[in-house]
């Protein structure tokens, strides 16, 4: 989706054709024009987010265009915390943008837009730089550039590496050319950008003669790049595998399993792209291991615990010069505790109690009251804990073995392994052992 101050040059351009009729006719002297009979066109490519292998190439098939078309310049709309792309590519990419036979232009935009790291280190070979009113640059970390491009930004290299500075102070510094607050401004600041006066309503006023082109990644390119920002590839990664170990504990019909394993395959797409730490992406796939102990048994215990804090450390250090936000990080936390304290618990069981699945098995088990079953209690049957009640009100004592004779839902009928007689509901001896 183009930007709203992209569209403040569309409008501009819109309100230069609407002009041209209500200039007067009969006595307004004919429109002054600039520059010569094809104005041509400027391109205008939106850059936001890392940049990535996706948005590398982008960049650079948007040059070759530019170039095949003949454009007056190509304008980056920079929107970047950073690259993720290896050195090397980043210097290829830098010296394409600086041997383009397309002049290249960078405007850091809207209000509020950034150009760290790598990308500022692009910015630097583009020629003019427009910096929007609340943007920044800088950050740039040490040159990863050819020497023959020179220095980040001439002589201001050392102050932009380790800070930022505004709109304002480029301009001072002579690092921005001018200034502009909106993308339509900074394309009355390039050369070969050609307008005409005209008036309007009794007022002398610009239109361009100059066209704009904007574009944006395919859908295809949106994907991968979006998969590749780092909250979005480390929740796939959570999310597949909670749906796989969902899939394999409730004999579902694979619908999770596939979800899952999708979710996988993006999520190992962009962890292939982002920096991060091998052992950390290990600790969080292990964690869910840990999980899957005690949801064999329907009570979380000590791996349940011993899963938590393996996820934790692992989500803490997942990635290796980039950072989560909270509100990532908090999604992430209360998904897990809610999953494996109570929602896996209760979906095991839920699922082997119906029907289809059945646990007609369990009626004649043995099993041991975890406190007194008087006449309702708790009772450990195969080392996961049931709801219990006891046949004909019989009261159970902690620690007696008891044995099952019926199943209600999720509730077990149970009576003293000793001494006990037996009824019509007692179908132990036609049951095998499981």
Do not use: K
């Not at 391109?43 to 650079?60: C, N, T, Y």
């Not at 980056?76 to 290249?104: F, K, Q, T, Y």
């Not at 760290?116 to 609340?134: E, F, M, N, R, T």
């Not at 004999?251 to 993006?266: C, E, K, T, Y």
């Amino acid at each position: 989706m183009r930007r709203l101050t992209s569209g403040v040059l569309l409008a501009l351009l819109a309100l230069g054709l609407l002009a041209g009729p209500a200039v007067g006719q009969d006595d307004a002297d004919p429109p002054s024009s600039s520059g010569s009979d094809d104005p041509g066109f400027i391109s205008v490519i939106e850059v936001s987010g890392l940049i990535d292998p996706v948005v590398a190439e982008f960049i650079r098939t948007s040059i070759d265009e530019a170039e095949q078309d003949e454009a007056r310049y190509l304008v980056i709309n920079l929107n970047s915390p950073g690259a993720v792309i290896d050195d090397d590519e980043l210097a290829d990419l830098a010296r394409r943008i600086h041997d383009a036979d397309v002049p290249v232009a960078v405007w850091i935009g809207p209000s509020g837009s950034q150009a760290l790291g790598g990308a500022a280190q692009l910015a630097s070979v583009a020629d003019p730089i427009g910096i929007s009113v609340g943007s920044r640059i800088g950050d740039t970390g040490e040159s990863v550039l050819p020497d023959e491009l020179g220095p980040l930004f001439g002589e201001h290299e050392r102050l932009l590496d380790g800070t930022t500075i505004g709109a304002e102070r480029a301009e001072e510094l002579g690092i921005a050319t001018g200034p502009a607050p909106t993308l339509g401004e900074l394309a009355l600041l390039l050369p070969g950008f050609e307008t005409q006066q005209v008036v309007q309503d009794g007022e002398p006023a610009l239109e361009p003669r100059t066209g704009v082109r904007f574009s944006e990644l395919d859908l295809t390119g949106q994907l991968f790049h979006t998969v590749a920002s780092p909250p979005v590839a480390y929740l796939l990664l959570a999310i597949g595998l909670a749906l796989i170990v969902f899939e394999l504990f409730t004999a579902g019909i694979g619908i999770a399993g596939i979800v899952g394993a999708g979710s996988l395959v993006l999520a190992c797409y962009g962890l292939w792209v982002l920096p991060v730490r091998p052992w950390a992406v290990a600790l969080v796939i292990l964690s869910f291991l840990a999980f899957s102990v005690d949801v064999q048994t329907g009570i979380p215990r000590v791996w349940t615990g011993i899963g938590f804090v393996m996820f934790a450390v692992g989500t803490l250090w997942f990635y290796d010069g980039l950072s989560l936000s909270w509100v990532t990080l908090g999604a992430a936390f209360v998904g897990i505790v809610l999953t494996y304290i109570s929602g896996m618990p209760a979906m095991v069981r839920t699922r082997f109690s119906t029907p289809t699945i059945g646990r007609e098995w369990m009626v004649g088990e043995p099993g041991l009251a975890r406190g007194p079953v008087d006449p309702d209690g708790v009772v450990v049957v195969r080392g996961a804990p049931w709801r219990a009640r006891t046949n004909r009100a019989t009261p159970i004592a902690d620690g007696e073995r008891v044995r099952v004779v019926s199943l209600e839902g999720l509730l077990l009928e149970v009576e003293p392994e000793e001494g006990a007689a037996r009824d019509h509901r007692d179908r132990s001896h036609t049951v095998p052992d499981a």
